[in-house]
């Protein structure tokens, strides 16, 4: 029998001790700061302690609403490994969205970024924040705020121990919490437990996953808030590996200049980053030949740009595939052995699907019959997959268990060709998500918008091809017979973005006569899609000031 249960504690333990000069770098409203493992394991045991003096107990939820830096990793480990539940919450989620989560949850004490206090207060003046009793600004003073009660970080730290007496924890201790996006009604809680981020972490380090090692200076810029930053605190931490974390809304020039001057190996990101970053190396002189590897996820990664960083830079662009549902990585585009004698073009059409299941994993593709399709790349059928970091219900979501899980399966709603050689590639997706600059946007909770306006008889909202953004939301509209359909346009525009974030705002409102419709009554999205299936409708840009990962 094993002696310990896998936590994350271990991961902390062995980067302190075996590798305590190694610097953890982080990009700040006040310039970068910097510091070592061995201080950072003794912040966190002030965390700790700090939570413990607040009466926050074993079993509690602690919600952070920060960007990434190295507070935010802070709570990465002080919390779950002193037994409570970190809670990250996506701060680009529209407010009634955040009043649910946090009402869900159940959340005691609230971290939160300074510059993002103004968008929590808009959320927290409602009784779904009645559970929280403690604010926490993540810097050394606090703005003014209608937040209460409330402290700056440093002081809520400061006077505690930097020893801690870090509890016995069994693998199956809640650790983590991420809601998916409410891509079809209110967001679900996913949790994860210590054995699942172990699980998650110990692949990741393998060779066909991330293969990290201590010589690595790992930056990721997907967000902290994104199901744990796609796991690179832990696995990073877990190698013993330099961490560089790059702050709030980092410009294309704020992650060339810190590749440069922090000789960063590995990162992470949406492919709408890494097109800001090419976009931005063609005119600008900067050296990034330090940068070994990209990991592009959360959406499809262009095969160009896979292309453009391994001819122009020499550097490998990894394609990978992931849920909130699965902590989050599932698969990783990896070259089987013997594929790198293949003519490049080839390699790229590997190197561009989804990939390989991540050992540990096991998946299967379901078709239209409730069959397993075969192999071989052109059939397909929903994804299912199950295993040690997959999770097996949502969190006080009932209904939803019954609709997404068959027994130990997670069925994913990706709709998947798998090749002769097992490599996956999404095709589609079975509910109608659009995902764009890597973010989630509802197009069923447009609809419900746009039809509440008294001039619309039916409306749809379907997501169109974009070159930087991967999709942008379109809207077809029925306009009653009154309407001017200008003043009605101008009118359901306004009506979005005063509602929502400014990047869900549809790129174009069309009006047709009537919405397709499927042999059950259905709107018939796949008939629109087919129609409007090039960039013709969202040809313009969308404002910097609106871009889903800028914001």
């Keep these: 029998?094993?002696?310990?249960?896998?936590?994350?504690?271990?991961?902390?333990?062995?980067?302190?001790?075996?590798?305590?000069?190694?610097?953890?770098?982080?990009?700040?409203n006040r310039g970068v700061e910097r510091y070592d493992y061995a201080t950072f394991e003794d912040r966190t045991a002030q965390l700790a302690n700090a939570l413990d003096a607040?009466?926050?107990?074993?079993?509690?939820?602690?919600?952070?609403?920060?960007?990434?830096?190295?507070?935010?990793?802070?709570?990465?480990?002080?919390?779950?490994?002193?037994?409570?539940?970190?809670?990250?919450?996506n701060p680009l989620l529209p407010d009634h969205h955040i009043e649910h989560i946090v009402e869900n949850a159940g959340d005691r004490l609230i971290f939160v970024d300074a510059s993002l206090v103004e968008k929590l207060e808009g959320a927290a003046d409602s009784e779904a924040f009645e559970s929280v009793e403690q604010f926490v600004v993540m810097d050394e003073e606090v703005p003014d705020t209608d937040l209460a009660p409330v402290t700056d970080y440093e002081s809520f730290v400061a006077d505690e121990s930097a020893d801690y007496d870090w509890p016995s924890l069994?693998?199956?201790?809640?650790?983590?919490?991420?809601?998916?996006?409410?891509?079809?009604?209110?967001?679900?809680?996913?949790e994860y437990t210590q054995q699942m981020l172990w699980a998650h972490t110990m692949a990741s380090l393998t060779p066909q996953g991330l293969e990290f090692d201590e010589s690595d200076v790992?930056?990721?810029?997907?967000?902290?808030?994104?199901?744990?930053?796609?796991?690179?605190?832990?696995?990073?931490?877990?190698?013993?590996?330099?961490?560089v974390y790059p702050g709030p809304s980092p410009e294309p020039a704020d992650l060339a200049e810190l590749i440069e001057s922090e000789g960063v190996t590995f990162t992470a990101g949406v492919p709408t980053v890494w097109l800001g970053l090419l976009e931005y190396l063609e005119d600008n002189d900067a050296d990034i030949s330090s940068l070994e590897t990209i990991v592009i996820g959360g959406s499809a990664a262009p095969k160009s740009v896979i292309r453009r960083f391994d001819e122009e830079y020499d550097v490998n662009v990894l394609h990978a595939w992931g849920m909130t549902e699965t902590a989050p990585i599932g698969s990783v585009s990896h070259l089987k052995d013997g594929m790198e004698e293949w003519d490049a073009d080839s390699q790229y059409d590997k190197r561009g699907k989804q990939g390989l299941i991540m050992p540990g994993l096991e998946f299967k593709v379901v078709g239209d019959e409730d069959e397993e399709i075969p192999w071989n790349g052109e059939d397909f059928g929903e994804l299912y997959i199950k295993g040690p970091w997959v999770t097996q219900s949502y969190f006080q979501r009932p209904e939803a268990n019954e609709e997404d899980f068959d027994g130990e399966w997670l069925k994913t709603g990706d709709v998947v060709t798998v090749d002769e050689d097992g490599y996956i590639k999404i095709v589609d997706r079975a509910k109608d998500v659009i995902k764009s600059g890597g973010e989630w946007i509802s197009s069923l909770e447009l609809e419900n918008a746009l039809m509440a306006h008294?001039?619309?008889?039916?409306?749809?909202?379907?997501?169109?091809?974009?070159?930087?953004?991967?999709?942008?939301?379109?809207a077809f509209v029925v306009a009653k017979a009154r309407a001017d359909q200008e003043t009605l346009k101008e009118e359901l525009l306004a009506s979005i973005s005063e509602e929502y974030p400014r990047w869900w705002a549809p790129d174009e409102v069309v009006f047709i006569e009537s919405v397709p419709k499927t042999a059950t009554g259905k709107f018939d999205k796949k008939v629109l899609r087919d129609q409007y299936d090039d960039q013709s409708l969202v040809d313009g840009d969308v404002p910097e000031e609106a871009a889903p990962d800028e914001e």
């Design 54 to 89: 607040a009466g926050i107990e074993s079993g509690d939820r602690v919600a952070t609403f920060c960007w990434n830096h190295h507070r935010h990793f802070e709570t990465y480990f002080g919390v779950p490994n002193s037994g409570r539940q970190l809670h990250t919450i």
């Design 218 to 243: 790992i930056m990721p810029v997907v967000p902290m808030f994104h199901v744990n930053a796609w796991g690179m605190p832990y696995s990073a931490t877990a190698a013993g590996a330099t961490h």
């Design 454 to 474: 008294d001039d619309v008889a039916e409306a749809t909202v379907v997501g169109v091809p974009h070159e930087r953004w991967q999709e942008r939301p379109v």
């Design 1 to 28: 029998m094993a002696g310990a249960d896998p936590t994350l504690r271990p991961f902390l333990w062995r980067a302190a001790k075996l590798y305590p000069d190694t610097e953890i770098v982080s990009r700040t």
């Design 170 to 190: 069994s693998g199956d201790t809640p650790a983590g919490m991420c809601y998916t996006s409410g891509t079809t009604g209110d967001p679900k809680g996913v």
